[in-house]
T-cell receptor, first 109, second 119 residues
């Protein structure tokens, strides 16, 4: 079993829909990253969380340390949000970054 | 501030050939990372440098891969000889600090990546 699991693997939605991407992990962590990767492009860090909730524009990230779960929400989704969203956690025992496989999001106009 | 620079952006080589990638991190960032991302998977850390010293190279296939960061600034990653399974995107990232207990964890900034195709 992977130490970081994301769901869904693929998500297709219509423009304007509210999007939720989930990340569950099985190790103790000191922080969790949400990152965005466009086709053929590099990776952009969206959020780094260690507790609670962060908001940036239409993006909201939450984390529940007790349940070892984080969610990334996109409000009023737009085709330019189409990308792969990756969850990565920082293992607290050795500060190693453990990556999820990513969620491929497609927003149709 | 300028971002992480990588070159080339794309490279196509035949198996058994050699290839080198270059990365220039954000100015002042002490930690530099090289990742390999195979299509459909998350990135895998190949090597992490703190200044010009290696912090972690446990997943670097040392029989064919090598990396250096001689002056503690830019870095090169080399594959010699390449295999078909080396086809991937090679990402470079940098951070102000990394792997340190005090002060928490700093965000990594990623370059655009180099897409390598081995035929």
């Amino acid at each position: 079993k992977n130490e970081v699991e994301q769901s869904p693997q693929n998500l297709t939605a219509q423009e304007g829909e509210f999007i939720t991407i989930n990340c569950s992990y099985s190790v103790g962590i000191s922080a969790l990253h949400w990152l965005q990767q466009h086709p053929g492009g590099g990776i952009v860090s969206l959020f780094m969380l260690s507790s609670g909730k962060k908001k940036h524009g239409r993006l909201i990230a939450t984390i529940n340390i007790q349940e070892k779960h984080s969610s990334l929400h996109i409000t009023a989704s737009h085709p330019r949000d189409s990308a792969v969203y990756i969850c990565a956690v920082v293992r607290d025992s050795n500060y190693q970054l453990i990556w999820g496989a990513g969620t491929k999001l497609i927003i149709k106009p | 501030e300028a971002g992480v620079a990588q070159s080339p952006r794309y490279k196509i080589i035949e198996k058994r050939q050699s290839v080198a990638f270059w990365c220039n991190p954000i100015s002042g960032h002490a930690t530099l990372y090289w990742y390999q991302q195979i299509l459909g998977q998350g990135p895998k850390l190949l090597i992490q440098f703190q200044n010009n010293g290696v912090v972690d190279d446990s997943q670097l296939p040392k029989d064919r891969f090598s990396a250096e960061r001689l002056k503690g600034v830019d870095s090169t990653l080399k594959i010699q000889p390449a295999k078909l399974e080396d086809s991937a995107v090679y990402l470079c990232a940098s951070s102000r600090n990394g792997g340190e207990k005090t002060g928490g964890i700093y965000e990594q900034y990623f370059g655009p990546g180099t897409r390598l195709t081995v035929t």
